[in-house]
């Protein structure tokens, strides 16, 4: 017996704030690459930007922070990523070769060893405790399991959050790495004592943990709103539901024009679902 074949795909909306410039510079790499690259090594070289980033950060930690030159490899090792991440999907639409299933997955799997990379480096790198490095890598994953689930229960796959996306936050780290480079990692800025234990924060921890609140912040918020969301669709559903058991006809003229027609093409396509889904990564 063969594998069952999923043919569902998924609304994917991106509105990036750098949008406008992003998606016309991927246009451009996707009509004028090699016929000989394809999605594939593009996904193989952003995870080998990630790689070198985090290997960056590491050798940075074997040093003085301020003046370090592994910080701009860091950096460049961010712009591999978002070339190979954001161009390999783009590259699969545009020769027609989508495989958005294989893609979705794959792409984020791969996120998450990239995450572990940049957060886990950025903590041996001395720019921020290692420990606050960490509790800001928990935030994300959150963030990305929130987008996974939600994916899930919508069928709507939001690559964007409040408009900043994976774009934007690469371009915010290789700022910070710029400004590191000239100014350091700075002294203790001020002390946090926790469990009898005093904690020195500098800069670097300081913007970390403020990211690692905010990002624990918009995770509850996300489950608050989307779960009411969907308790409010579910328990409609219900209601139709219950009421269609107990007279068919009353539900049926009931119904609006525009939900007759969905229901009968929903009928006729039973798999049909608006298919904005990415290529061979997302």
């Not at 406008?20 to 246009?27: G, I, K, M, N, V």
């Amino acid at each position: 017996m063969g594998k069952k074949i999923r043919t569902e795909k998924d609304i994917r909306t991106n509105d990036i704030l750098l949008g406008p410039l992003e998606r016309p510079t991927l246009a451009f790499f996707a009509k004028h690459m090699p016929k000989w690259v394809n999605s594939d090594m593009l996904t193989v070289l952003g995870l080998l930007g990630s790689v070198l980033a985090g290997v960056a950060y590491a050798m940075v930690g074997l040093g003085t922070v301020k003046g370090n030159p592994w910080l701009f490899v860091a950096s460049l090792g961010f712009v591999i990523n978002w070339f190979g991440d954001s161009l390999d999907g783009t590259l699969a639409r545009y020769r027609n070769m989508s495989r958005p299933n294989y893609g979705y997955y794959t792409d984020h799997a791969i996120d998450g060893l990239t995450s572990i990379l940049v957060f886990g480096g950025i903590g041996l790198s001395g720019i921020a405790r290692f420990d606050v490095s960490l509790i800001a890598l928990c935030g994300w994953l959150l963030l990305m399991m929130q987008v996974f689930l939600k994916t899930h229960a919508t069928g709507v796959f939001e690559m964007t959050s409040i408009k900043i996306g994976p774009t934007e936050m690469r371009l915010a780290i290789i700022v910070l790495n710029t400004v590191v480079y000239f100014v350091g990692a700075g002294g203790s800025l001020f002390d946090v004592t926790i469990a009898s234990q005093v904690i020195p924060v500098n800069l670097g921890t300081l913007v970390l943990g403020v990211f690692a609140i905010l990002f624990l912040l918009y995770y509850i918020y996300q489950i608050i709103t989307t779960g009411s969301q969907l308790a409010y669709e579910d328990g409609e559903a219900l209601k139709r539901r219950q009421m269609e058991e107990k007279n068919p006809s009353q539900v049926d003229a009931k119904l609006s024009k525009a939900e007759k027609k969905a229901v009968k093409k929903a009928k006729k396509h039973p798999k049909t679902i608006q298919d904005n889904s990415s290529g061979a990564t997302i």
